[in-house]
C-alpha cells in the first residue's frame, strides 16, 4: 500500500542552524511533492512545490530536495529562527490525487 | 480577499445530531476540498469537487455528504453525528485539481459526545 513516512514527530534544532525534515514515500510514483507549513489551531500553508524532474528547488532560506530514485524529499531551513517553529507537512501529488504525511514539529531553541 | 473562509470555528453536538460546516473561497478557484485531521493521522480528504456541479470521494467518505452550492461555495453535511467524527475540519481550495497549491481555511473543531 502507499505510504508517506516523515522522518520524525518533533525535532528541535538550536537557532541559527539548519534544520534538515525527511519525507520518504513507498509505492508512489508522484509527479510532484508539496511542503506545508502548520501553525497550531490554524490550516497549512503552502510553502513549495518541486516537480519529479526538479532535483532541487529554493525560496529565501527554505531549500527542498526530491530524489525519485531514494524516494525522499529533504526540507531544509537555513539559519533557523524560532519564529520556524510549527509543524512541516509534505505532500504527493500523484494519480489524481494529493496525501499528506503526519508532519514533523520543528522547534527552534533559542 | 479573505481566501477561504469556514464556520463555524467550534462546534460540540450530541451523537445523532446533524449539522453542516461552511465553507467559502474568493479566489476564483475551481477546485475545492473537504478534509479532516486526527492526531497521527495527517489530513485526509473527504470529499472534494474538481469543478461546480461535480463532487467525487476522497479516502474517507463514510457518514458524510458534500454539496457544491456554486462555485465559491462548498458545505460538508453530518447527518447523523458520531463520537468517531471528532475532529478538526479544513476546507481547501485550487485552481486545478490535485495539481498546484492547495489553499485551506483557518478550520473547525468539531467535538462528538
Known amino acids: 500500500s502507499q505510504k508517506i513516512e516523515q522522518n520524525s514527530e518533533a525535532l528541535n534544532i538550536q537557532e541559527g542552524k539548519t534544520a534538515t525534515l525527511t519525507c520518504n514515500y513507498t509505492?508512489?510514483?508522484?509527479?510532484?511533492l508539496q511542503w506545508y507549513r502548520q501553525d497550531p489551531g490554524r490550516g497549512p500553508v503552502f510553502l513549495l512545490l518541486i516537480r519529479e524532474n526538479e532535483k532541487e528547488k529554493r525560496k529565501e532560506r527554505l531549500k527542498v530536495t526530491f530524489d525519485t530514485t531514494l524516494k525522499q524529499s529533504l526540507f531544509h531551513i537555513t539559519a533557523s529562527q524560532p519564529a520556524d517553529s510549527a509543524t512541516y507537512l509534505c505532500a504527493l501529488v500523484g494519480n489524481e490525487k494529493l496525501t499528506f504525511g503526519t508532519g514533523t514539529r520543528l522547534t527552534i531553541i533559542p | 480577499n479573505a481566501g477561504v473562509t469556514q464556520t463555524p470555528k467550534f462546534q460540540v453536538l450530541k451523537t445523532g445530531q446533524s449539522m453542516t460546516l461552511q465553507c467559502a473561497q474568493d479566489m476564483n478557484h475551481n477546485s475545492m476540498y473537504w478534509y479532516r485531521q486526527d492526531p497521527g493521522m495527517g489530513l485526509r480528504l473527504i470529499y472534494y469537487s474538481a469543478s461546480e456541479g461535480t463532487t467525487d470521494k476522497g479516502e474517507v467518505p463514510n457518514g458524510y455528504n458534500v454539496s457544491r452550492l456554486n462555485k465559491r461555495e462548498f458545505s460538508l453535511r453530518l447527518e447523523s453525528a458520531a463520537p468517531s467524527q471528532t475532529s478538526v475540519y479544513f476546507c481547501a481550495s485550487e485552481t486545478g485539481t490535485f495539481e498546484g497549491k492547495q489553499f485551506f481555511g483557518p478550520g473547525t473543531r468539531l467535538t462528538v459526545l
Open positions: 509505492n508512489y510514483s508522484p509527479a510532484y
